[in-house]
């Protein structure tokens, strides 16, 4: 499972949306925003801090971008301020892939707007910095 799989997965254990690792269903999906559902929540990477070779940690960027339903701003920035609410400050928990989850940072004091689509849906970007335990190959 890869790292955006099991923040997918754990947003939808939060009670904040569905995740159907297909990617044929629900309103979490992974990189692309799809043209439907209206309301939707997508996962990418950004650029994080650079990993030591030798600490089993990691501190990847994981952007929330949440969109909304046409003409709707406050319920799509009311649907990321509660995504922000449950992951900003989580941790030492494990992941539903069983990664262990040291902690989860938002990178801002709350969501970014980022604009409205061709479709009028208002979007926001929720960044998390988190810190992951991962003790895997060279690093064991």
Do not use: C
Request: charged share 20%; aromatic share 4%; glycine share 12%.
């Amino acid at each position: 499972m890869t790292i955006l799989e099991e923040v997918a997965a754990l947003l939808e254990e939060l009670g904040l949306g569905n995740y159907e690792s297909g990617g044929t269903g629900g309103d979490i999906f992974l990189l692309a925003m799809p043209a439907t559902p209206d309301a939707a929540l997508v996962l990418s990477r950004l650029p994080g801090a650079e990993s030591d070779a030798r600490l089993p940690y990691d501190e990847p960027v994981v952007q929330i971008r949440v969109r909304g339903t046409p003409k709707n701003a406050v319920a799509a920035e009311a649907k990321a301020q509660a995504v922000y609410d449950a992951v900003h400050g989580l941790g030492n928990r494990r992941l539903p892939g069983n990664t262990w989850l040291v902690s989860s940072v938002g990178t801002q004091a709350g969501p970014v707007y980022v604009g409205r689509d061709a479709g009028d849906r208002d979007e926001w970007s929720v960044a998390l910095r988190m810190e992951l335990h991962r003790p895997v190959g060279n690093r064991a």
